[in-house]
């Protein structure tokens, strides 16, 4: 009896850790199958390479070329801001501090985590975008720019975290080895640590990257969604996610403009890929040192 | 070139280090600061306990705390048991070898699909194609799609964290795998998964991209009466009130935003907390 | 360990008891007996959810839930049968009516409001009117400075909606196409496009630079309106009801109710109190024109 209960309480299990699985190939094909279809009336060519996003219009065009070049730019961006700042504070927190300031400095980083990315979009809105335009006495506050700084305090949290339990697992004997032979705590920590632990880091920053360019609230209320390839970063810019958001509502369903945001969806859903899979890689090389 | 002082070139670099830190912490503190600040004259009991009125201008926000709390609840229901089965898999039945690596590998790549193609997919399954309709349900169903990988992982990171000889002290009495999981593994991680679940919760109020198109109403004057029902959310009350309506009262924008911060954060500061207590109370 | 667990689902049953507590509390006993949805243009969302909270304040048992998002999006979820009322700031459109068609809809028309779209610009810029042939130019980026139309020498910030809203499409069809079906004319790429009118309305209040237009429920006096003429031989017209209500102010529409159908029970309920004089009444709170005096 005990074994039959054993067996089937197994199997369930194992059902579930297959369902993981199940999800990504569900979410996968869906948005493949939708995406597909898009591209069946569509030029792929036409909708990555295409700069105008008029999807409601008669004929309708959907050039994505706008919308990447947006997404790209504000985590760009971001990415400048939060990858020193992360990092630097990474190595404060590990190894600088003492132990006890540690802990809470680390519990505040993971709180920051925390904070709900309509909370920002809407503190960004409020204070960063007329600070932003009058700093920069520019048209409007509504810019890639503030979209980045706002953006780069949802990345640093990852990127601290990661990066730091990446330096602390750098094996002792590889700093005390260095401290022995007369460097000072910087140079090991710059020339050894620092070193020994980049597989760890680069991992926290891809990780980094691939939560910013899927955020979608905050960009959505901060970046002005003006959907044209900009010429600098204080320019309003629209994002992917901002697109699918703010157009998603309930368009007709299996209509052309429903199809192409799945499309997007798909392009988003491939770009994330591709970013946690080489982050994958990292940490997984990271493990093995 | 000219060479630093290494004691000076130390020095500095750990100013510099330490001005990035407070350069990373600080804005953020001063976030919360604003919103506390200007917020906190709006909350009462009455806030937080009535309908809105008004067109939305006045009353109380007690539908989007409400409407929040069961989307959340409904998805670490379905979430929970979920994940820690499949951790557990990963953890103790698992070999390695390539159908762990795919399950992995799918974990991975879960966790980071963006939250709005969570929506989109949600909007695609649940509300069309299952035909549940913009509900309840069919937000919960995508908030716990969105959320399974981070309680598997850290599942399986309680799990793993539990000393191997335990389980071999267990197996060598003859107790069988799934029992010497039953009563001696899983006792021992409960605090971890319960701290993962906890922190998870927390991230899942906030989120608004992937109930956007799955569970929310601009507006429900009654709370909901079942899980098929459309509800309010607080995240995505605070985004309509401050980009939709016209002439809002500032003090009630502030007032739900620190409302869905307090929510949130109290959340992770218990999550935080326990960790330290179960931490320092381990017996190994 | 077995506390935890205890103390977990403790806390559990105690927040389902305080939630169904609280809903008794606020709800009275029970059941509603119908339930409708009504989504649609972010214009008159506000406007419809006053009705709702009044209508809901009047027949406790009926419950109503309204969604924003687009015209477009309203058509759409009563063309995919997902919503009972759709509310529009402009007709429904040939091709959806179509799919209505094919579909199984039966889309039929309400007449419940005017609502007069307002060209907005910052309290501190010299500019008080414009003709309709100056405003298609700005907003295709033909005129790009404030000097051009006799302001300052500033860049033109543009502020439009998102291209899924009824005001952005009545706006490109009234200003940009002159009402020509055949017309190809798109918004300039570098209009920046606002998920919502308050968004406009809350740019244009802090940067001297912008224009944008919203409906008029969203202009108050901390902004400035401006007053147009179709060409410049015509008077300019400053909106306000009664210029909407005669038809002289250019850029006008009427707010639309869509219902599959005709009305029955609750539906017919709640578009009859809308029509009623107490529903426009609301109107005018609102800021739109009621269509009876």
Not at chain 1, 93 to 104: L, N, Y
Not at chain 2, 243 to 266: E, F, H, R, S
Request: positive net charge.
């Amino acid at each position: 009896m005990q074994k039959v209960l054993d067996l089937i309480i197994e199997k369930i299990i194992f059902i579930c850790a297959i369902a993981s699985i199940i999800f990504v190939i569900l979410i996968f094909s869906f948005l493949f199958k939708e995406g597909l279809s898009f591209f069946k009336n569509y030029e792929v060519s036409k909708f990555i390479g295409g700069h105008f996003w008029y999807p409601s219009s008669d004929p309708a065009s959907f050039g994505i070329l706008s919308l990447i070049v947006g997404s790209v730019l504000v985590t760009l961006g971001a990415c400048a801001i939060a990858v020193p700042i992360g990092i630097m504070t990474a190595l404060f927190i590990s190894e600088i501090v003492p132990k006890g300031a540690r802990d809470v400095l680390k519990s505040l980083v993971e709180l920051m985590a925390a904070i709900p990315s309509v909370v920002i979009g809407f503190v960004g809105m409020i204070t960063l975008v007329p600070l932003v335009k009058s700093i920069f006495s520019l048209p409007t506050g509504l810019t890639a720019f503030s979209g980045s700084i706002m953006l780069a305090f949802m990345a640093i949290p990852t990127i601290v975290t990661i990066s730091e339990d990446a330096i602390r697992s750098v094996p002792r004997h590889y700093k005390q080895g260095a401290l022995a032979l007369g460097a000072t705590k910087w140079q090991t920590l710059r020339r050894i640590v620092l070193k020994a632990a980049m597989p760890g880091i680069i991992a926290a920053v891809m990780l980094g990257i691939s939560r910013v360019i899927g955020e979608t609230m905050a960009v959505m209320m901060i970046t002005g969604n003006a959907a044209h390839i900009p010429h600098s970063i204080f320019e309003p810019v629209r994002t992917m996610t901002a697109t699918i958001a703010a157009e998603m509502g309930e368009t007709v369903r299996s209509g052309m403009h429903y199809k192409s945001l799945f499309a997007i969806g798909l392009v988003l859903f491939l770009i994330t890929f591709l970013i946690n899979f080489i982050a994958d890689l990292f940490l997984g090389k990271n493990k093995n040192t | 070139m000219i060479k630093l002082n290494p004691k000076l070139s130390q020095k500095f670099s750990y100013t510099l280090l330490c001005l990035a830190a407070i350069f990373a912490i600080v804005p953020v503190l001063l976030m919360v600061f604003i919103i506390i600040k200007n917020g906190a004259s709006a909350i009462s009991w009455e806030f937080l306990s009535s309908m809105p009125k008004d067109g939305m201008r006045g009353g109380g926000i007690l539908p989007a705390i409400i409407g929040t709390l069961s989307i959340v609840s409904c998805a670490i229901i379905v979430t929970l048991p979920i994940g820690v089965c499949a951790a557990i898999y990963l953890n103790e039945y698992a070999k390695d070898n390539i159908f762990t690596r795919i399950i992995k590998l799918a974990i991975v790549n879960l966790a980071g699909v963006p939250s709005v193609v969570y929506g989109l997919f949600g909007l695609g399954i649940f509300v069309m194609f299952l035909k549940l309709g913009v509900s309840i349900i069919a937000g919960a169903l995508t908030l716990s799609i969105m959320e399974l990988p981070v309680i598997i992982t850290t599942a399986k990171s309680a799990l793993n964290s539990v000393p191997y000889y335990f389980r071999e002290a267990s197996l060598s009495l003859g107790v069988s795998r799934w029992q010497t999981i039953r009563y001696v593994v899983l006792p021992n991680a409960i605090p971890g998964i319960l701290t993962g679940a906890i922190l998870s919760i927390a991230r899942i109020s906030g989120e608004t991209a992937p109930i956007l198109f799955t569970a929310v109403a601009f507006y429900v004057p009654h709370l909901p009466h079942s899980i098929f029902d459309q509800v309010m959310a607080l995240p995505y009350h605070l985004y309509i009130i401050s980009t939709q309506i016209p002439n809002m009262p500032k003090d009630v924008i502030y007032g739900t935003a620190l409302v869905l911060l307090m929510m949130v954060l109290t959340m992770s500061c218990v999550a935080i907390f326990a960790r330290i207590y179960f931490r320092k109370r381990r017996k190994w | 360990m077995k506390k935890i667990i205890l103390i977990s689902i403790l806390v559990m049953l105690s927040s389902i008891c305080l939630f169904y507590g609280c809903k008794k509390y606020v709800n009275g006993s029970g059941k509603y007996t119908a339930s409708i949805q009504i989504k649609g243009s972010d214009t008159i969302v506000n406007l419809i959810q006053v009705w709702a909270e009044n209508f809901v304040k009047q027949h406790p048992t009926y419950n109503i839930s309204v969604t924003g998002g687009g015209s477009g999006t309203g058509f759409a979820s009563l063309i995919n049968k997902t919503c009972d009322i759709t509310m529009s700031s402009r007709q429904i459109e040939d091709k959806e009516a179509l799919l209505a068609k094919g579909n199984n809809v039966n889309p039929v028309e309400f007449k419940v409001g005017l609502d007069g779209l307002v060209v907005l610009v910052n309290k501190n810029n010299p500019v008080d009117r414009l003709t309709l042939g100056q405003l298609r130019d700005i907003f295709m980026a033909k005129i790009t400075n404030w000097k051009d139309i006799g302001g300052i020498d500033l860049k033109i910030v543009i502020l439009s909606r998102e291209s899924n809203s009824g005001t952005h499409m009545f706006f490109k069809e009234r200003v940009l196409r002159h009402n020509d079906k055949n017309s190809r004319d798109e918004f300039s790429v570098h209009s920046l496009m606002m998920s919502s009118s308050q968004a406009i309305y809350d740019e244009v209040l802090q940067n001297p630079n912008a224009l944008g237009y919203v409906g008029m429920g969203f202009a108050n006096s901390d902004v400035k309106v401006l007053s147009i003429a179709i060409d410049d031989k015509g008077k300019y017209i400053y909106p306000n009801t009664e210029n909407v209500l005669n038809g002289s102010y250019p850029i006008s529409r009427p707010l639309y109710l869509y219902t599959n159908g005709a009305p029955r029970d609750v539906i017919k309920m709640f578009i009859d109190y809308a029509l009623s004089d107490e529903g426009q009444e609301t109107v005018v709170k609102t800021d739109f024109v009621p269509i009876k005096k």
